[in-house]
């Protein structure tokens, strides 16, 4: 026995301090396991059953008479995006009578890739849909009558975290028991504190159950039930169900983390310095003479302000100067690729967007823009680009989206604005602008430039931008464009040529559709109109 209680003793003495040592390091807060695999976060099915939308089919029986000019303003199910002739075929009809042209972006891919290609945006939008839903977005209908007070907007809790639910209540005719049931599918319930003559069951569940006797001393107990989220998700919401007697009611808590600010300190100086609040941002390819030419505006203006350019050409050629930042680019990288690493590399609250062939005069005000956007909820504000003919453009345009079924939504596009920005002459709202504006550094970079597109783009920003950038215009802040006009005695230059060999995309080239078949796949649009 002897040889045999020796290695056991020996076991006894390594493992018992072992065991020691690693429920020391076990967390307190066991880890569960949580499916976060693609598929719509649901809600208890009971929920479903009572409170969402459903139209009633109690007044079905009672005529009604259809208003034409209120239903055309809804929305449809499906868009279209047909083309109206016009009556007669004159030139510039189109100019003359405002109208519409139309894109149809599946056209522009072979028809034998069609189906296939159509699968694959399904199954990618699906995801995003699963990704971006909510359940805050849901639509919850109240009933009439309830005599439940509860929060209806507003309630928010951090991810794991606990709150107090404020606001809860019971306004219910005298009866012999009063009883509260409260549920949640992403947390638990519990009380802050106990009530007497109130029985409370579930604590730390899903599902509490309140009773009492004694309506006052129920709403009392109400006012101490916690909500505890469980089940980690850095931004969704929990639909709580409130129930009694027959009644029932529902409400929203949202589970997010706070946003955390990116706040830019310009010193201490008094007024808008530009300097210290702006830099310009530029990207160029091939021509150095137009980008000196900018500078050297740039500084007759404003002699400290950082220029940041983005140069993807074939033969850089160093730029020197104080406030000038130049990065180097593969060549011919691209278009909105270098516009990335440009922005990417702005230091300032705001930054100022140029093409490399404008040029400063006397009212490219930058004041201004900085003004608009430290007084506004503004994200960008854009300026007006003058050609020598003194014919000035600012790009304003509106863009609405309609909702188009399983082959993709409707992109309209139109001239014009929403509104004038008060306390500010000449300032518009749109959601499209001219390529000459200033915004918040940390906007431009959530929306990003599309590398693919290499060649040239514009409007494709702003559409993936649409929802996220409060735009805005002023027609009074200008800026040249360099001369395109070429007399006949004058000598086109090298860098000129290659420039136009190169810049623009002929629709035979393997790139000559790439925006149609980025906006088709990308942004899941069948057909865009521009009016």
Same mark, same amino acid.
């Not at 907007?153 to 991810?159: I, T």
């Not at 469980?230 to 919401?237: H, S, V």
């Not at 203006?301 to 220029?307: M, S």
């Given at each position: 026995?002897?040889?045999?209680?020796?290695?056991?003793?020996?076991?006894?003495?390594?493992?018992?301090?072992?065991?020691?040592?690693?429920?020391?390091?076990?967390?307190?807060?066991?880890?569960?396991?949580?499916?976060?695999?693609?598929?719509?976060?649901?809600?208890?099915?009971?929920?479903?059953?009572?409170?969402?939308?459903?139209?009633?089919?109690?007044?079905?029986?009672?005529?009604?008479?259809?208003?034409?000019?209120?239903?055309?303003?809804?929305?449809?199910?499906?868009?279209?995006?047909?083309?109206?002739?016009?009556?007669?075929?004159?030139?510039?009809?189109?100019?003359?009578?405002?109208?519409?042209?139309?894109?149809?972006?599946?056209?522009?891919?072979?028809?034998?890739?069609?189906?296939?290609?159509?699968?694959?945006?399904?199954?990618?939008?699906?995801?995003?849909?699963?990704?971006?839903?909510?359940?805050?977005?849901?639509?919850?209908?109240?009933?009439?009558?309830?005599?439940? /007070?509860?929060?209806?907007?507003?309630?928010?809790?951090? #991810?794991?975290? @606990? *709150? =107090? &639910?404020?606001?809860? +209540?019971?306004?219910?005719?005298?009866?012999?028991?009063?009883?509260?049931?409260?549920?949640?599918?992403?947390?638990?319930?519990?009380?802050?504190?106990?009530?007497?003559?109130?029985?409370?069951?579930?604590?730390?569940?899903?599902?509490?159950?309140?009773?009492?006797?004694?309506?006052?001393?129920?709403?009392?107990?109400?006012?101490?039930?916690?909500?505890?989220?469980?089940?980690?998700?850095?931004?969704?919401?929990?639909?709580?169900?409130?129930?009694?007697?027959?009644?029932?009611?529902?409400?929203?808590?949202?589970?997010?983390?706070?946003?955390?600010?990116?706040?830019?300190?310009?010193?201490?100086?008094?007024?808008?310095?530009?300097?210290?609040?702006?830099?310009?941002?530029?990207?160029?390819?091939?021509?150095?003479?137009?980008?000196? /030419?900018?500078?050297?505006?740039?500084?007759?203006?404003? #002699?400290?302000? @950082? *220029? =940041? &350019?983005?140069?993807? +050409?074939?033969?850089?050629?160093?730029?020197?100067?104080?406030?000038?930042?130049?990065?180097?680019?593969?060549?011919?990288?691209?278009?909105?690729?270098?516009?990335?690493?440009?922005?990417?590399?702005?230091?300032?609250?705001?930054?100022?967007?140029?093409?490399?062939?404008?040029?400063?005069?006397?009212?490219?005000?930058?004041?201004?823009?900085?003004?608009?956007?430290?007084?506004?909820?503004?994200?960008?504000?854009?300026?007006?680009?003058?050609?020598?003919?003194?014919?000035?453009?600012?790009?304003?345009?509106?863009?609405?989206?309609?909702?188009?079924?399983?082959?993709?939504?409707?992109?309209?596009?139109?001239?014009?604005?929403?509104?004038?920005?008060?306390?500010?002459?000449?300032?518009?709202?749109?959601?499209?602008?001219?390529?000459?504006?200033?915004?918040?550094?940390?906007?431009?970079?959530?929306?990003?430039?599309?590398?693919? &597109?290499?060649?040239?783009?514009?409007?494709?920003?702003?559409?993936?931008?649409?929802?996220?950038?409060?735009?805005?215009?002023?027609?009074?802040?200008?800026?040249?464009?360099?001369?395109?006009?070429?007399?006949?005695?004058?000598?086109?230059?090298?860098?000129?040529?290659?420039?136009?060999?190169?810049?623009?995309?002929?629709?035979?080239?393997?790139?000559?559709?790439?925006?149609?078949?980025?906006?088709?796949?990308?942004?899941?649009?069948?057909?865009?109109?521009?009016?």
């Amino acid at each position: 026995m002897r040889p045999v209680k020796k290695p056991l003793c020996c076991l006894l003495l390594v493992s018992l301090p072992l065991g020691i040592f690693f429920l020391c390091l076990w967390p307190l807060k066991p880890y569960h396991v949580v499916d976060v695999k693609y598929g719509m976060p649901g809600i208890a099915e009971n929920l479903l059953q009572h409170g969402l939308w459903e139209p009633s089919d109690k007044y079905a029986h009672i005529p009604f008479k259809v208003k034409e000019i209120v239903t055309g303003l809804l929305p449809k199910n499906d868009c279209t995006c047909d083309k109206v002739e016009p009556v007669l075929n004159l030139p510039f009809a189109r100019h003359l009578f405002h109208q519409v042209s139309v894109h149809q972006f599946q056209q522009v891919f072979k028809e034998a890739e069609r189906e296939e290609l159509k699968k694959r945006r399904q199954q990618e939008y699906q995801h995003f849909l699963e990704r971006s839903h909510s359940p805050a977005d849901m639509m919850i209908i109240a009933k009439a009558n309830s005599p439940l /007070e509860y929060p209806m907007q507003g309630l928010q809790v951090r #991810p794991l975290k @606990t *709150i =107090v &639910i404020p606001g809860l +209540s019971l306004q219910a005719p005298s009866r012999k028991l009063y009883q509260v049931n409260v549920t949640a599918a992403l947390g638990t319930f519990d009380v802050a504190a106990e009530v007497d003559e109130v029985m409370v069951e579930g604590a730390g569940q899903m599902h509490l159950s309140l009773s009492s006797a004694q309506v006052d001393n129920l709403n009392r107990q109400l006012q101490f039930i916690t909500y505890t989220n469980t089940i980690f998700n850095p931004n969704t919401a929990d639909t709580v169900q409130l129930e009694t007697d027959g009644h029932q009611a529902f409400f929203v808590i949202k589970i997010r983390h706070a946003t955390i600010p990116k706040l830019y300190s310009s010193g201490d100086q008094s007024g808008y310095n530009v300097s210290a609040l702006v830099t310009v941002a530029t990207k160029t390819f091939l021509r150095y003479d137009k980008l000196r /030419e900018l500078i050297s505006s740039i500084r007759r203006f404003y #002699p400290t302000v @950082t *220029i =940041v &350019i983005a140069d993807d +050409s074939s033969n850089p050629q160093k730029i020197e100067g104080p406030f000038i930042e130049q990065y180097f680019m593969p060549y011919r990288k691209g278009w909105f690729a270098g516009r990335n690493l440009a922005v990417s590399q702005v230091q300032t609250k705001y930054l100022l967007w140029v093409d490399d062939d404008f040029i400063f005069a006397s009212d490219t005000k930058l004041e201004k823009m900085v003004e608009i956007l430290e007084k506004t909820t503004l994200d960008m504000v854009g300026g007006s680009v003058r050609e020598v003919t003194q014919y000035s453009t600012t790009f304003q345009h509106t863009m609405s989206v309609e909702q188009g079924g399983k082959d993709g939504d409707c992109l309209t596009v139109r001239k014009g604005f929403y509104h004038e920005v008060e306390g500010f002459p000449n300032c518009v709202v749109v959601d499209a602008i001219v390529n000459f504006f200033m915004a918040r550094t940390n906007k431009v970079q959530q929306v990003g430039f599309d590398p693919l &597109i290499a060649r040239q783009g514009h409007l494709e920003f702003f559409i993936d931008g649409l929802g996220l950038l409060h735009v805005g215009s002023c027609s009074d802040i200008k800026v040249d464009h360099a001369s395109k006009i070429v007399m006949p005695w004058t000598r086109q230059s090298e860098s000129d040529r290659l420039y136009k060999g190169f810049r623009y995309v002929q629709p035979l080239e393997d790139d000559g559709r790439l925006q149609e078949k980025l906006l088709y796949f990308k942004n899941r649009l069948k057909c865009m109109k521009s009016k």
